[in-house]
């Protein structure tokens, strides 16, 4: 029998994800998970686990073939942003060993990081977005031409940046001021008062169409994360949501961030990141199912096209646990 063991990187904190990766790989194939640090919960949730060099260490790379040489890996994931450039541009070297890298092209990984570029996308495209302002300068032109959105608090962000670091509310020009004069990384965002959602969904890799998704209505955020959300069906902004990904190419597990002015009674697209989202554990619960369907793809079969079929009013809660280790226990 094929053995189908898949690896993933930066394994984290993320446990529920590397659980429910052996609830469907059980008998299939092992689940292994790397990270950087000995201290990094979910490695204890795999069936084996590494400790490897930072992702910008010389000879990264090779460290992370020599894993799936030995474990004899099918596939190879991320669940960090940084990391996925990083995998995509080394996706031939992968698959010279049998590896399937299980993310999207590079372009699409680097346009997904640069959140002004992603931004000038969506509008290309004729996405609502939330308008963005590399300088104060540009900001306040707008400002002072009354153009919507242009206006305090705002946001702001790095440029490139993920898990919401170093972003702030910032409620006044003095404020804007220091922070972009200590940071040129940063960047300007409109602060939108709608609705926050999120959306899980997975593109078959392939026949390119999204296969599932998933739409949640965000009640907290904690860390970047969502903390508390419900299940919620909006068919017209799902089918739009599923044309998008398809018609940008993305590939595997995508993790989106929408608002909804219910005043308006429009959506805005705010963010994209080509990776699984903080909330999926809420996703899987409910029964949409990523790692299935990378089973299935790993076996050469396309999955079925999304009928987006979960039912709604599911909450999820999250709540901190611990991991109790000796120290003869911890992996080395």
Known sequence: MDEYNIL???????????RA???????QGLVIA?????????????????????????????????????????????????????????????????????????????????KYAMYEKLCALGMPTARCWLTKEAFDADREKGVPGAEYPVFVKPR???????????????????????????????????????????????????TSLFLKKKLRMRAGETDKSVSVHEPAVMRRIAEFAENMGFRGMIDLDLFHDEKEDLWYLSEVNPRFGGGYPHAFACGVNFPAAILNNLRGQENSAADFAYKDGVYMMKYNDIVIRSQEELIK
């Open 160 to 210: 490139k940046g993920s898990a919401s670091i170093e972003i702030n509310l910032v409620q006044n020009e003095e404020m804007l001021t220091a922070l972009l004069h200590a940071d040129s990384g940063l960047m300007i965002q409109e602060l939108m008062r709608g609705q926050e959602y999120g959306c899980d969904a997975y593109l078959d890799l392939i026949s390119g169409r999204c």
């Open 34 to 114: 790397a990270d950087a640090s000995p201290y990094a919960p979910a490695l204890y949730e795999a069936d084996k686990a590494y400790i490897v060099p930072r992702i910008d260490a010389p000879g990264y790379i090779d460290f992370i073939l020599e894993i799936c040489r030995k474990e004899k890996v099918r596939a190879v994931l991320t669940l960090i942003d940084p990391e996925l450039s990083l995998l995509a541009k080394n996706r031939a070297r992968f698959a010279e060993n049998g590896v399937t890298v299980i993310v999207s092209s590079y372009d699409l990984c680097e346009l997904s990081l640069d």
């Open 21 to 27: 990766f052996r609830k469907e790989f059980a008998g």
């Open 8 to 18: 993933i990187l930066a394994a984290g904190t993320r446990d529920k994800v590397i």
